[in-house]
């Protein structure tokens, strides 16, 4: 195809922009503007930089950085495209205001693009897990495979795996438990699932934190739970304001370590306060300790769990944060008055469900040590990471907006002012190739806040930061 002549005019050599950054601008504003559209084929590199007059290696580091950000799809002696995923840019004109569209979606869902966007959210810093160490202890179990290695899964998880989150949790979570407390599961569905069947009866209430996670409030009320929303403060979760005003509940969901969404901790007062209540009323509390590895300003907090004297939570832990998503590997410890209970509700419901090869990789990857050098280092690059996307944001966002400096885990805040729509506003970044979510997705109340969540894990530079703040500030002039 033959390209616009106003995107790609010659490039500027006095400009103090780099050629490739020119380059990966003028291919982004063209997308914006309609000029290119999804599925769209470009030059190869040899025929653009003739095109443009520079050198080859100017191009294919513009095009590399595009596709890495998501904007270009390279299919090798195919070509390159602008990604056919990527959705037709909206007129800004339609975006904003609250009154002027909402766009609605199934209650307490969360949808994920196609292929991974800048700022998803979940999703760990793909490019620095240690691949060559995944790959080598996967060459070794193929080569030592035995017969009993091709059964079923064990029905609760292999036991090497679950003595290693065992020792591993004693260590690093202060949680003094067993194996047979360990529980493997396929992902946080799956672990609140079986607490729900093994725990709880349909028409019972549960407490949950407003704003909270939408896929625990999906779980919950799939089972039949009656939900009460529990408001959110500095603090974490008004646990006060649960007790003195709430509905008697049965359960109460946390996220203590690092609240989600909006990354407070739960403050010790209130820890001793709800295992009080727990205690006193028979109530369970599932704490769901999603990214609480990662801290910044000290070391990780003890986990709600190391303080239960009296066997009333159950802790939630998952490798997908960690590790990478595609594993789909996660764990549940249980009191040790619940163990035969879980067992015999997990045989009948949960039995086999993670590949026995990828509990052993972790297992080892686990014993070995791999795992906690892994955290390690990932604790030192999320904080990078995350300087780096907070000082970007905070340069080319609106004067007076600026982002929540959050003390831990694996996201960032970004609030907005009340008269504009999240919701609409995510959805126009989602359009230009950047995936936030709306803050008001995450309500559990009609006491909605508006903001934007957005994920640093994954931005190695300071551009799409620079960009995503640029974006903002068009859409909200």
Known sequence: MTFPKSPFAPLEEQSGLPLYRQLYNRVLAAVAAGTLSPGDRLPSARAMAKELGVARGTVELAYSLLASEGYLLALGQKGTLINPELQKPVSAATALPVSSQVIEDTPDSLWRPPQLLPFQMGVPALDAFPRKIWARLGARYLRGMRLGDLDYPAPHGLAALRSAIASYLQVSRGIDCGAHQVFITSGWRNSLSLVAHTLLQPGECAWVEDPGYPTTRQVLRQFGLELEAVPVDADGMNVEHAIAGSRAAQVAMVTPGH????????????????????????????????????????????????????????????????????????????????????????RALFAAGSPSITQALVAEFVAEGHFARHIQRMRRLYNERRALTIEALERSLPKGMQVERSPGGMHLVLRLPEDVSDTALAEQVLARGMSVQALSRWAASSQRQSGLLLSFTNCATTAPGEQLGALISKLLS
Not at 270 to 297: H, N
């Open 259 to 346: 609240q989600s969404p909006l990354s407070m901790a739960l403050s010790l007062p209130r820890r001793q306060l709800l295992l009080d209540w727990a205690a006193r009323t028979g109530a369970w509390i599932v704490e769901d300790d999603y990214d609480g590895e990662y801290r910044y300003v000290s070391r990780p907090l003890p986990a709600l769990a190391s303080l239960d004297r009296h066997g009333r939570v159950l802790y939630a832990g998952t490798f997908s944060k960690v590790l990478f998503p595609g594993i789909r590997l996660a764990y549940l410890v249980v009191p040790q008055a619940q163990v035969a209970a879980f067992e015999r509700i997990g």
